[in-house]
Every structure is written in structure tokens, then in C-alpha cells.
């Protein structure tokens, strides 16, 4: 695992929130949490740094926003991905 | 529909009822096993869960057993054409206080989920336990306690001894 600074009881909330939610945006995460979009940014950086969580750019609405997704979430994209391999045999 | 679609789905016509268990709860907590379905645990009556499902357009029905051993009722559904199974949460030995909020799904915390693993006492089931007991070494008393408990040490053994589960799960 890659350097990370210190683990404060504010990242340690922001990590609980980005786990228990459904993938969001660092702009959901910030108003989720009522912190400065800023700060949240950046200590998204630190946790993908580390290896914490992944992020990834998605439009919506014509927008660009930057989706957070912790190890939970991948696992279940994983789970998904096999679901949908499968099925896609299945149906051919 | 994807899997975990179709798990928020049915958790929000449970609300605040159900929790996700099965193939998905283990997914969540890093088994990586094939899973076509959705388990939902709740602790409701099978005429209650039927009715509410049918108040939101899913069909579903009850399928009952008296033979020991078997749980006394499933039901039996499907939603955009993921099959789901919605079972008794007193049978699967999940407890309503013990649930955790991952990635936006309910699902009974890491030792009710070992729990409701070694009552179902199956291969696959006892395969996830063992993974988890390699995964997290504090667990691996707790799994082995269990599993003597609910007769199934022998399985949750001969898979503990695996040499390519002990491959893929055991850390570095």
C-alpha cells in the first residue's frame, strides 16, 4: 500500500461514509457529509493513493463528475460482471 | 437488471426489514464465487412478503417444507429477470441488530453471515466460511465454533485444508 498521511477522525468518516453508500461523487460525498468540496478531494486522492478506493470519471447530464467507489463496491462490480458474462452465454 | 440492482430493489420493498445474504453478502465481504440470485433475509411472515411484493408488481410465490432440516417456508420470485429467493431471518440465524450498511446494501454483519452459512451447512456455504476464516484469522475460531455447533466441521475442515482456496484467500 502506498504512503498515506495520517488517518484523522475526519478521513476515518469520510472512508465509513464511502463505504456504507452507493457509489457517488466526490460532489455527493462532499454535500453527503456537509464538508468543503476541496478537502474532500483531496483526501479522496489520498485514499486512491493508498489504495483505499477507486475513482473514475462518468458524464451526467452532460457533466463530468468523479465517481468514488470503496473495495465493496468493486467487489460487486466483479460480482455483476460475472452475472452478466454468464447470462450473456446463456442467452446465445 | 444487474444483481446488486436487483438486491436494492427488493431492500427497498423491505424496507427496513430485509438484509442481503447468499452469494452477494459474501461478494460484499470478498468471497468471489458465481452467484445467478439474490437471498433476502426477513423477519416477516411468507403471506406478509408475498403481499408486499405483489403490491409492487412483482409476482412471487411461497414454497413450504415440513422435512427436518429444510427451512419451513422460501418464496420464490423474480424481477426484470433476476430470480430472488426471500427467506425466514429467525431461520437463517439473522439478527435484525447485527446489520451493516456496504456499498448502499443491508447485510448481516461479517459473523452472523458465517452464522447463517454453517445453518445452511451446504459445500458452497461451507466453502464461504472457510474463505472468510482465511481471510480474517481472528475469525478462523469463531468459524471452526460455529461449524462444530451446527455439525458441518468436517466440510468447513476439509475445505480449511484446500490448497487452492488457501491460495487465493490466505494473505501475503
Known amino acids: ?92 | 437488471m444487474q444483481l446488486d440492482g436487483a438486491a436494492r430493489r427488493l431492500l427497498e420493498v423491505f424496507d427496513p426489514d430485509g438484509v442481503v445474504i447468499g452469494g452477494i453478502c459474501g461478494a460484499v465481504y470478498g468471497v468471489e464465487r458465481f452467484t445467478r440470485d439474490v437471498d433476502l433475509a426477513v423477519g416477516l411472515e411468507p403471506e406478509m412478503v408475498v403481499a408486499r411484493l405483489q403490491s409492487e408488481g412483482i409476482e412471487a410465490r411461497v414454497s413450504r417444507s415440513s422435512e427436518p432440516g429444510d427451512l419451513s417456508w422460501v418464496v420464490h420470485g423474480e424481477i426484470e429477470g433476476v430470480e430472488f429467493q426471500v427467506l425466514s431471518a429467525k431461520e437463517v440465524g439473522v439478527d435484525g441488530s447485527t446489520v451493516e450498511l456496504k456499498a448502499g446494501l443491508r447485510l448481516p454483519d461479517i459473523k452472523s453471515f458465517m452464522i447463517s452459512k454453517c445453518i445452511a451447512g451446504g459445500q458452497q456455504d461451507m466453502h464461504d466460511v472457510a474463505a472468510l476464516a482465511l481471510m480474517h484469522s481472528e475469525l478462523e475460531p469463531f468459524a471452526r465454533e460455529t461449524a462444530e455447533q451446527h455439525r458441518c466441521q468436517e466440510k468447513l475442515e476439509s475445505w480449511m485444508d484446500d490448497r487452492r482456496l488457501r491460495q487465493k484467500y490466505l494473505p501475503d
Open chain 1, 1 to 92: 500500500m502506498a504512503y498515506m498521511t495520517k488517518m484523522t477522525r475526519k478521513k476515518r468518516e469520510l472512508m465509513a461514509e464511502i463505504e456504507r453508500s452507493e457509489s457517488l461523487s466526490i460532489y455527493q460525498l462532499a454535500k453527503r457529509t456537509g464538508r468543503n468540496y476541496r478537502r474532500v478531494y483531496d483526501h479522496v486522492q489520498e485514499f486512491a493513493a493508498a489504495g483505499l478506493v477507486q475513482t473514475h470519471e462518468e458524464i451526467h447530464n452532460g457533466r463530468r463528475s468523479s465517481m468514488v467507489e470503496s473495495e465493496y463496491h468493486q467487489r460487486l462490480n466483479r460480482l455483476n460482471d460475472m452475472y452478466a458474462f454468464r447470462a450473456g452465454i446463456h442467452a446465445a
